[in-house]
Structure formats: C-alpha cells, structure tokens
C-alpha cells in the first residue's frame, strides 16, 4: 500500500471515480443504445445492437500486448487524459460527419474501432492505477460503488435513450454525448495520482523485449489455478451469453414487434439487478473460493437463460411476457454483480501493482475473446430459428458446461490436500 494515500483523499478519489463512472456510463449507453436502434431501424439486422460485442474484442486482442506493456511503463494520468481526449475529439467529428454519409453502418463501424482502441487503453490504465488512487483498505470500496453507480446509471439509460432517441434524434444523442465526453475528461484532469516507485531495474525487465515483457503477465495467469480457471470459463460462457445483447432486441422489436420502449424496460431491470447485486456486496465480506462462487452463480444463470426459452416457447404475449422477462433479467443482474465485482477485487488484491497493466489488459481481452464469434452466431440463430429453442438450448448447454468444470475443481482441491499432506 502507498502510506501517502489517507482515508480522506481515498474517499475523494472515490467521489470522482463515481462521478466520472456516473457521467461517463450515462452517455456511453445512451449513445450505444440509441446506435443500436438507428442502425436496427435502418439495417433490419439482428447484429446491429451487437456490433460493439464484436468490435471491442477484436480491438482488445489485437491491442493486449503493446497496451498492457505500455500501461506497465508509463505513467497513467497522462495516458488516461490522451486515452479520454481521443475519444472527445472522435465524437466532434461523428457529429460533423454523420448527417452527410449514406452508408451508416461503414460509419459505426469506423467510430467504434477509433473508440475501443482508446477504451482499451483506458480501461487498462485505470485497472493498474486503483493503487495509485486509494489505499488497500478502500479497494473493495470502489469496486462496488463503482459496480453500484455504473449499474445505477444502466438502469435509466435504456429508458432515457428511448426517450431522447424520439425527442432529439439519433444526431442529438451523439452531440449531447460530445459534452458527456469533455465532462469525463475534466473530471479525468482533475484526479490525484499517486505513483508508485518504479522498479524496473530491479526487476531486470528493461533488457526485455515486448513480448518476454508482456509473458510475465501470461505466466502469472498460468500458475493462479483460479485466474486460469475463470478466464477459461468466462471465454466459453461469453460465447453463450451473447445471445442476450443479441437476442433480446431482435426478438422484442423485430419477431415480436413489442418496441422500443418495453425493450428498454428489460433492460433497465437487467441493470437494475446489478445495481441492488452491488449494494449487497457493500455490506458483505469478501468471498473466500471466489472460483466456487463463480461456478454456483454460473449454473444459476444457465438455468435462467433456459428459463428465458421456456417464457418464449410458451403462448406468453404483450406485458405478460415482458413481465416474465424483466423478472428474469433482474435476477440475472443480482448474480452477475456477485460474480465481477469479487472477481475484480481478487484480481487487485493478489496480482502485483507492476503486473497489473498486463495481468488486466490479458485477462480482460481474454474474457472478451468469444464475443465476436458468439455475436455473429446468435446474430444468425435468431434469424433463422425461433427465440425459444435457442435460448433453452443456450441455458442447457451452459449447465452441462458448469457441470463438467464443478468436477474439475473438486479434483485440483483433493491433489492440493494430498500436496500439504
């Protein structure tokens, strides 16, 4: 822990960090909402509101290397404050270009390459300062609040880009969203570093080269069986769980034509589940085998997603289905909170503050991998087969798959056993 960081300035990190978060998730999912719904309307293709589960993880494996070793070795506000500017000045541009370009789906696709990229670096520069912003005490503490606001936000966000989406246009979203931007960058500007001594002499790492560099990170993951076992899962389960981003607009707007608003309502109530998964965890201890929790709550949502299948299969119609679903949706929000936020404070807590930029930027491109191939398959699922079958199929196949891995575990617990003796 950094001695210089007091109780006081953590809490005032916090405050920010929340603010930003707050700011931040409240224009980025308005505005990839209301993209989703202009370019549905204008494509009729079930991809649309998944176009960004594509283009994020391609942009992430192509940048995990020169990303993580970059955060690793530079100092982070700066490369936050450059990360936030590009996307601020990525927005000025949309916003003078789009009214003028036909071809709208060659244009998201533009402007959301140029703003992964510099997610990616924000993202990952933010992961290994948390020990630059608060001490070890208040790492839990920001987690969930961070988890609770975002969700919070995510919870009204559907509904507000509805709303905003009839009232202004898709045009007025993405100016509007310009200002959050500049907002973010100010509050970015703002915030107080606390950089850590740098010891790469000591760790022979300058006559490294980039990838012997960013091995290490590898390396760390390789020999944490809990790491490795999530990263495992969370590429397999996110494969799957893309039928969610990918099916449910498609289904509700376009096969069951139940609009845009009662669409947002499932939505908000999957947020709202995170938001209420978050507030619990204030209030609990950390989890002890964060990799059993992990498993539990995994089995659990297959068997809600299997759930989601049997609602479609059945002669449900108008509100009564909605009703099943944002009942559905909000009990997945609950678990997936109990399942990112132990995980993202496991991984602060045991990975070392210099290996954080790889150990983050590896695991978060790892966990993100299948999410391009899991949207392009659901994307033609949904289209070709009935909603139903292919979300009971989806929930049973995940089951089997939690199943196989419960096995797998009580298995290296007992060789550990016979290890100490």
């Known amino acids: 822990m950094d001695v210089r960081i007091t109780n006081r300035q953590s809490i005032i990190q916090i405050v920010k960090a929340a603010s930003s978060d707050i700011i931040g998730t409240l224009g980025g999912d308005t505005f990839s909402f209301a993209l989703g719904l202009m370019l549905l309307h204008a494509t009729h293709s079930a991809i649309s509101f998944g176009l960004g589960s594509i283009i994020y993880p391609l942009v992430g494996l192509l940048l995990v290397l020169p990303v993580g070793n970059l955060v690793d070795r530079r100092r982070h506000k700066p490369l936050l404050l450059m990360s936030r500017g590009v996307v601020v000045v990525s927005f000025g541009v949309y916003a003078l270009v789009a009214p003028h370009v036909s071809n709208v789906m060659a244009l998201a696709v533009i402007i959301l390459t140029i703003i992964a990229c510099a997610d990616k670096v924000t993202i990952t520069t933010y992961t290994a300062s948390v020990h630059e912003l608060v001490n070890d005490e208040h790492v839990k503490t920001l987690a969930t609040i961070e988890q609770a606001a975002t969700a919070g936000i995510q919870l009204i966000s559907p509904v507000l880009a509805a709303a905003l989406y009839s009232w202004i246009g898709f045009e007025g979203i993405v100016r509007v969203e310009l200002v959050v931007e500049m907002t973010t960058w100010l509050i970015a500007l703002s915030m107080r570093f606390h950089p850590l001594a740098a010891d790469d002499e000591a760790t022979g790492e300058t006559a490294k080269s980039p990838w012997e560099q960013f091995k290490v990170g590898l390396d760390f993951i390789r020999t944490h069986f809990t790491l490795q076992a999530v990263v495992y899962m969370g590429i397999f389960l996110n494969f799957l769980l893309a039928s969610i981003d990918v099916g449910l607009p498609y289904a509700l707007v376009q096969t069951r034509h139940l609009g845009n608003d009662r669409l947002s309502w499932v939505l908000s109530a999957f947020a709202g589940g995170v938001l209420l998964g978050n507030v619990a965890l204030t209030a609990l201890p950390r989890f002890k085998n964060v990799l059993l929790v992990v498993l539990r709550l995994s089995m659990g949502l297959g068997g809600i997603i299997a759930v989601f299948g049997i609602c479609f299969i059945a002669p449900l119609q108008g509100m009564t289905l909605i009703g099943w679903l944002i009942g559905l949706s909000l009990i997945s929000g609950v678990m997936l909170a109990f399942v990112n936020t132990p995980m993202s404070v496991y991984m602060q807590m045991t990975v070392p503050t210099k290996l954080l930029g790889r ?27 009935p909603a139903g079958p292919v979300y009971l199929i989806t929930g049973i196949v995940i089951i089997g798959y939690i199943g196989v891995n419960f096995i797998l575990v009580h298995r290296h617990d007992a060789a550990e056993q016979i290890k100490r003796g």
């Open 359 to 385: 150990v983050g930027s590896t695991f978060s491109t790892l966990m993100q991998l299948a999410l391009p191939l899991g949207t392009a398959a659901y994307g033609l699922f949904f289209q070709k087969f």
